[in-house]
């Protein structure tokens, strides 16, 4: 992963990682790492803490006591990885029974899947598809332009947004892919059994309304929005925000980043737990040194060594292919 762009100069930031950051897993980026006080990567010496950036790999950037704490090797000029172009792929194994146009609510429990299309349809709750894969695309009047600091939440939108959660313990292997968005609105846990994949062309969000400081009148659908970054006016974490998130899931932001809305404004959220793996084409931001957003606790989940989630995308050095499932031999 890079920082994230300079996006018609709205947002340009270089993520930092904190003390109290934990990466326990394996990491590559192809650029370097920025540190602030002493977050920890890796779990053992197994795990690869690698950087395409040259020596030293890291930078400070709160002062003297910035020091990383790599209990995985850590490795620096790593080969860089490119995302694929496109998930559009994984529309075609869909196929029209589990395509869904505009946006779509996605609901998982156990083996089943309930769906609640654009147009207020609600399908299920149906057993996950046999294919493994559900597809969101775009329909008519679909911007994809989106800045974390004027995010709203409307009840319909014609972009090919997934709006994903699960309703107790998921089961099973599921492939959620959106042409436009992934905007993750409750937590996502798993059974032992679990395995889910999060494909979105442009950016997997976390959803978090930012509100009045009174906070009256304040649901999904009426935000009061920044207008740039740090511009706050007052707000706060308003309803529909989830504090101390858990997402059991391998997430992939093919062309942007995986990223909370507003995590510049509002209260500290507490931990944003992720288990399974992240893949990013820019860093996004999921909290700041000022108390706001997310802590992160990044967890590697060790059976993506070896098995994936259906048609899941996987890197091999730099090209990407779709596939089932891999396999590790020694």
Do not use: M
Request: charged residues 15%.
């Amino acid at each position: 992963s890079s920082p994230i762009p300079n996006s018609g100069g709205r947002y340009c930031d270089q993520i930092v990682f904190v003390s109290g950051d934990r990466i326990d897993g394996p990491l590559h980026t192809n650029d370097s790492l920025q540190i602030c006080g002493q977050p920890t990567f890796g779990r053992s010496g197994a795990d690869v803490v690698e950087v395409s950036a040259p020596p030293t790999g890291w930078y400070s950037r709160c002062g003297g006591g910035d020091n990383p704490n790599f209990v995985g090797a850590f490795v620096t000029n790593a080969p860089v990885l490119t995302p694929p172009p496109t998930n559009s792929e994984l529309r075609s194994i869909a196929g029209p029974a589990y395509t869904y146009t505009g946006q779509t609510q996605i609901v998982l429990s156990g083996s089943n899947i309930t769906v609640t299309t654009n147009t207020g349809q609600v399908i299920g709750p149906t057993p996950i598809p046999s294919n493994g894969v559900v597809y969101v695309q775009n329909g008519t009047g679909c911007s994809s332009s989106y800045s974390p600091f004027t995010a709203t939440y409307p009840a319909t939108s014609g972009c090919g947004n997934a709006l994903v959660r699960s309703s107790g313990n998921y089961s099973g292997a599921l492939t959620i892919a959106a042409e436009n968005d992934v905007v993750i609105t409750d937590d996502i846990t798993r059974t032992s059994s679990g395995l889910l994949g999060l494909v979105a062309n442009n950016f997997v969000r976390v959803k978090h309304p930012l509100c009045p400081s009174s906070n009256l009148g304040c649901s999904n659908g009426t935000i009061t929005s920044q207008t740039d970054k740090g511009a706050c006016n007052g707000g706060v974490n308003g309803t529909g925000s989830q504090s101390d998130l858990r997402i059991d899931a391998a997430i992939l932001a093919i062309d942007h980043s995986f990223i909370v809305d507003h995590y510049d404004c509002g209260g500290s959220l507490g931990e944003l737990e992720v288990n399974g793996a992240i893949a990013q084409k820019f860093r996004g931001a999921v909290g700041t040194t000022g108390g706001t957003g997310y802590i992160k606790d990044y967890n590697y989940d060790d059976r993506l060594r070896y098995l994936e989630p259906p048609h899941f995308f996987d890197p091999v050095e730099a090209a990407w292919h779709v596939q089932r499932e891999t396999l590790d031999f020694p």
